[in-house]
């Protein structure tokens, strides 16, 4: 079992950067390979980026491709989002997950456990 909370959401103007981070609990955490999702205001969970179990390989949804970046320090349980030139688009809940799966996943059901959630605001 592992239990996921995430942090560092806010309001950001368009450009700025904000750094989220999800702590996890549990002694396996080393062992999944982690993601970040968004959910905006009357859309679909979306995949935003993941990480292995190394972290030596990460992947990007095009959307946000060249301004995120994942990472995951296993010694600290703790995954990172770091988010910069920030857009009104990027506007929604974020959420981190965790997969019992090798690899990278895209997709939502390949997730076995997921955090509360945490807001980001861009603002125009």
């Known amino acids: 079992q592992v239990q996921l909370v995430e942090s560092g959401g806010g309001l950001v103007q368009a450009g700025g950067s904000l750094r989220l981070s999800c702590a996890a609990s549990?002694?396996?955490?080393?062992?999944?390979?982690l993601g970040w999702f968004r959910q905006a205001p009357g859309k679909e969970r979306e995949f935003v980026a993941a990480?292995?179990?190394?972290?030596?390989?990460?992947y990007y949804a095009d959307s946000v491709k060249g301004r995120f970046t994942i990472s995951r320090d296993n010694a600290k349980n703790t995954v990172y989002l770091q988010m910069n030139s920030l857009k009104p688009e990027d506007t929604a809940v974020y959420y981190c997950?965790?997969?019992?799966?090798?690899?990278?996943?895209?997709?939502?059901?390949?997730?076995?456990?997921w955090g509360q959630g945490t807001q980001v605001t861009v603002s125009s």
């Open positions: 997950a965790a997969s019992k799966l090798v690899g990278l996943s895209t997709t939502l059901a390949r997730y076995d456990y």
């Open positions: 549990g002694r396996t955490f080393s062992t999944y390979s």
């Open positions: 990480i292995i179990v190394s972290g030596g390989s990460t």
